[in-house]
């Protein structure tokens, strides 16, 4: 069951454009170039309506089919962004900014919406309408919540919402998905300890928020190993520890932040409480004050069962059963179309990047040879679900 023909006539072009976007990654809201390219094509297609500024710097096109009799709408979602990070590879469509890179595949989605923007404005062989949702700020900025706060589903009629991101060591060609929950809720947590700044060397005259620090990055291990039923998955990661500027000063304060995720909201809500309890007691103990941020940042992400099916099925038709994967276990990762599917029903999969590095990584790239494959399945979902 090969991909759309056309679709694979399209891929040389569609691969420039994806090179072209990584060469030039932009970070959360600030994507003025992504998007402005990514309007300039939709107009080069011919997509009927095209709008900008949603959600602050998000775009949407909409595509009308052959028919429009039977009033529906789905929305087909690709992020822009990139991330805060520096590409070490050295690719012809490397990063051109310092610091900023296409570490996700962000990339990869955005082109190969438009590559079913372009096959879709080419076809127009559905009956309903098709809105296309280029979205910023992925990457930690709830772009998806800014756009839903700003009107998307309203203003564009959306019923159905359906989205993709690539997933490394799962073979191109290769679909994964699953009902219900898919991805984790990703919370965030920010610490300042403050203590008794003073000289190295007198430690019985200071209060050494080091320490206290060192015993919170221990203590809030306990979280996951102590205080939740070991068959609920729940992540805690201290991934950031500033204090002291010399060697021969205790620093007044450290500050530390992390991440905690879970794939049910009752554990978020424990993990809230529970660990913001032990920072202060143990920063207590050492005699610190504790002053904690913890920021509910995406709900978990779960998909909707028939709407699962229905990407499975279509999947399917472009790849083979064989190759797509219904039960795929639950990723610790956190993603903000969770939102989008806590606005509509709809489904998220992941598509094979192949043995490629891992996301986040400063070597990772997109795989080009997807490409095929992610184009025909958003297309095809705009066939299937509005048949003419």
């Known amino acids: ?91 012809p469509h490397a990063s051109q900014t310092s610091g900023k890179m296409h570490a996700c595949g962000h990339d990869g989605h955005t082109a190969m919406l438009l590559g079913a923007a372009k096959y879709l404005c080419e076809t127009r062989n559905f009956n309903g309408a098709v809105a296309l949702v280029f979205q910023p700020a992925e990457e930690g900025g709830a772009g998806a919540k800014a756009m839903i706060d700003d009107g998307l589903m309203e203003r564009f009629g959306i019923d159905e919402i359906y989205g993709l991101h690539n997933y490394p060591g799962l073979p191109v060609g290769t679909f994964a998905t699953r009902s219900g929950t898919l991805l984790a809720a990703a919370d965030f947590i920010a610490i300042t300890i403050t203590g008794k700044g003073g000289h190295a060397a007198k430690p019985q005259s200071c209060i050494d928020p080091i320490v206290a620090g060192s015993a919170i990055v221990q203590a809030v291990q306990s979280f996951a190993s102590r205080n939740v039923d070991p068959l609920q998955p729940v992540v805690v990661s201290i991934t950031t520890f500033q204090a002291g500027t010399t060697d021969n000063v205790i620093p007044q304060k450290a500050h530390l932040s992390g991440t905690i995720r879970s794939l049910e909201r009752h554990v978020g809500d424990h993990a809230e409480s ?53 039960d795929m276990a639950p990723v610790m990762g956190g993603e903000d179309f969770s939102f989008m599917l806590e606005a509509r029903p709809g489904a998220f999969v992941f598509i094979g990047n192949g043995d490629s590095a891992g996301l986040h990584n400063p070597s990772y790239d997109f795989n080009d040879e997807a490409i095929a494959y992610g184009v025909s399945y958003l297309a095809r979902l705009a066939q299937r679900y509005m048949p003419l």
């Open 1 to 91: 069951m090969p991909v759309i023909n056309r679709v694979a006539e399209l891929c040389d072009e569609i691969t420039v454009w994806r090179r072209d976007f990584h060469a030039h990654p932009e970070l959360l809201y600030d994507v003025p170039r992504t998007a402005g390219r990514v309007e300039e094509l939709l107009r080069g297609f011919g997509v009927d309506e095209i709008v900008t500024g949603i959600g602050k710097s998000g775009v949407v096109g909409v595509i009308n089919g052959k028919a429009m009799t039977s009033g529906k709408v789905i929305g087909l979602r690709a992020d822009m962004d990139a991330l805060p990070m520096s590409e070490v590879a050295k690719r």
């Open 274 to 326: 529970r660990i913001q309890e032990i920072i202060s007691k143990v920063a207590g103990a050492y005699g610190c004050t504790a002053d904690i941020t913890y920021s509910r940042e995406y709900p978990p992400t779960k998909n909707h069962v028939a709407q699962t099916a229905f990407a499975g099925k279509v999947a399917a038709e472009i790849t083979g059963e064989e190759n797509v994967i219904m």
